[in-house]
């Protein structure tokens, strides 16, 4: 057996792990998630506190958001705030991803629809949670590096297109799930159709650039429609021609 000396073995050792730690940024997402736990058991949803479950904190502990947003900005990434994607777009504070993903109460057999795809990370965080995920952003460019990103980390089950989210994604509905990352001004009624009975919703619904508010959406077995109001939250504008 070949012996290395104890300091030269150390050293082996330290190179041999640095590099893949210090890339894959480990241990900033684990502050990242204690910060979403902390968060959680602060902030009044509703009616009461509401902890994310352990369920979506661990997916969220292993996707890379540092490979989501603009190289400039990868130290912030693990910070609990949105940042600047181009375009005059916003990756979304990680406290608000666990929260809308979490009241989802994704399944795995679920097909979800999200609208606003941005980076891709609200999909790459639904994608183990789910069967499918398709998602459909209306800046192009976004579109395309959110789909070349996410194939590039193999999200292979999410679907990225380019176009307006208001109208849905009719071919592959219904969903079990949808969620909205920009503020809208209302519900939009195709969301509402393409939602099958029993599913549920997440959209802030508001007025552009003040604050809006986070609306869960119920839709019943029997197709009857509930929202209900969570808290007070500050999205982009849902844009396009509607
Ligand atoms: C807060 S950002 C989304 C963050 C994103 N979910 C992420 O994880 O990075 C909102 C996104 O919604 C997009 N958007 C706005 N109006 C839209 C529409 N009508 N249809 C699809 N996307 C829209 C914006 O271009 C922007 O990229």
């Known amino acids: 057996m070949l012996r290395l000396p104890v300091f030269l073995l150390s050293l082996v050792v330290a190179l041999a792990i640095a590099p893949a730690h210090a890339g894959d940024m480990a241990a900033d997402r684990a502050d990242m998630v204690r910060t979403i736990e902390d968060i959680a058991a602060d902030v009044t949803i ?23 947003v603009p190289d400039p900005l990868r130290r912030y990434a693990y910070t609990d705030r949105p940042l600047p994607i181009g375009h005059g777009q916003t990756i979304s504070q990680p406290y608000i991803v666990a929260l809308m993903t979490d009241l ?8 979800v629809l999200e609208i606003g795809t941005g980076s891709g990370y609200q999909a790459a965080v ?17 579109a395309a590096s959110a789909r070349e990103r996410l194939a590039g980390q193999g999200y292979d089950n999410v679907t990225v297109r380019a176009g307006d989210g208001y109208y849905g994604w009719a071919d592959h509905a219904p969903f079990d799930a949808i ?10 009624p195709p969301l509402i159709e393409q ?24 839709k019943s077995e029997g197709g009857e429609v509930r929202t209900e109001f969570l808290l007070p939250v500050a999205f982009v504008p849902l844009t396009g021609g509607h």
């Open 46 to 68: 509703g009616t009461g506190r509401r902890p994310i479950s352990r369920r979506v904190l661990d997916v969220m502990a292993t996707v890379p958001r540092h490979a989501f």
């Open 104 to 111: 989802l109460q994704v399944d795995a057999e679920d097909v």
């Open 195 to 218: 939602l099958r009975p029993g599913g549920r919703m997440v959209i802030p619904v508001g007025a552009a650039f003040t604050v809006q508010h986070l609306m869960l959406v119920h």
């Open 179 to 188: 969620v909205v990352t920009a503020a809208a001004g209302h519900v939009p």
């Open 126 to 142: 639904l994608s183990p949670l789910a069967r499918a995920v398709y998602t459909i952003e209306i800046v192009e460019p976004l």
